[in-house]
């Protein structure tokens, strides 16, 4: 089976109904060794095609993880960059903002990780945060400080507009932006909590906070149809990858990725008259 990065886009304007995407779908792979030979052909190419996006020094590449608890981030992001050379390649994490970063507006602190040309950065969680369990706990808002706001019912349109902006100035300037949304179900969420308790090298992956916020599921499946819904665009797209089998997401993501780098037509730079003279000087201080 191909896979077709445009079964998992969400379109511009388009409405998003979660309970309406899939959180598994039919594998891409017949076996867990196509799998593994699979995912090595991907990673294989995503490193020659790093290789090039660095030499090209012209676009950057910004690769945001959101989630429900579980869904595979770490493991998604571990497996498919696995082969990229780490000198070009930055993953951020953003837990709860520092009382420093609650000092700026809401976007500072990830605009200072963004990914130099011809480096690709990575964040697990993001910006996306900000409408997101913010909107299902509004009460995180008090820290914040003035939001320019008079009503609470609009800072999440004036957050989205605020996204939206950042992103196409972002475009604009050469950085390529892909979002994954990993839809993962609410029961397959439940099993890998237990095993996480049933595995004592896991333990520390789960809290009393990830049990409490399963409360908060189908608001949380709201404040991401909203978010979905208003920042999806053809310069920085949404994917809804289906999160409940691990290997299949892993191939999906590492596939999107691919179509990306390779809509850059990037080519390594062509030395002209003045650079080719000067390698024929080094060539006889060599010899």
């Known amino acids: 089976m191909k896979i077709n990065s445009k079964d998992f886009l969400v379109k511009e304007g388009e409405r998003v109904v979660l309970a309406k995407w899939p959180t598994i779908v039919k594998p891409v792979y017949k076996s867990k060794e196509q799998y593994k030979h699979l995912l ?20 950057s590449v910004l690769l945001i993880f959101q989630s429900m608890d579980a869904a595979g981030k770490d493991s998604s992001i571990k497996h498919v960059m696995s082969g990229i050379n780490p000198q070009g390649c930055q993953v951020f994490s953003f837990k709860h903002p520092s009382t420093a970063e609650l000092e700026h507006d809401f976007l500072w602190r990830t605009i200072i990780c963004l990914p130099e040309r011809g480096r690709i950065g990575i964040f697990n969680r993001s910006y996306y945060e900000e ?37 196409t100035h972002l475009h604009q300037n050469g950085t390529r932006i892909i979002k994954f949304f990993l839809h993962i179900s ?4 439940r099993k890998r909590f237990l095993k996480r308790i049933d595995d004592p090298q896991k333990n520390w992956k789960i809290s009393l906070a990830d049990i409490e916020e399963r409360k908060f599921w189908n608001h949380y499946m709201k404040a991401y149809e909203a978010c979905l819904n208003s920042t999806s665009t053809t310069n920085a797209p949404w994917y809804i990858i289906p999160a409940d089998d691990k290997d299949n997401a892993h191939l999906i993501i590492s596939q999107i990725v691919l179509d990306t780098l390779k809509r850059l037509q990037m080519d390594y730079p062509h030395p002209n008259a003045k650079r080719k003279q000067e390698l024929q000087s080094f060539r006889k201080r060599l010899k």
């Open 40 to 59: 090595q052909e991907h990673i294989e190419e995503l490193s020659s095609l790093q290789n090039l996006l660095y030499a090209s020094n012209r676009y």
């Open 131 to 167: 409408v997101l369990i913010v909107r299902v706990h509004p009460e995180i808002l008090r820290n914040e400080g003035p939001t320019n706001v008079t009503a609470k019912k609009t800072i999440w349109e004036e957050r989205y507009q605020s996204i939206v902006n950042l992103e």
């Open 186 to 189: 609410k029961e397959e969420q």
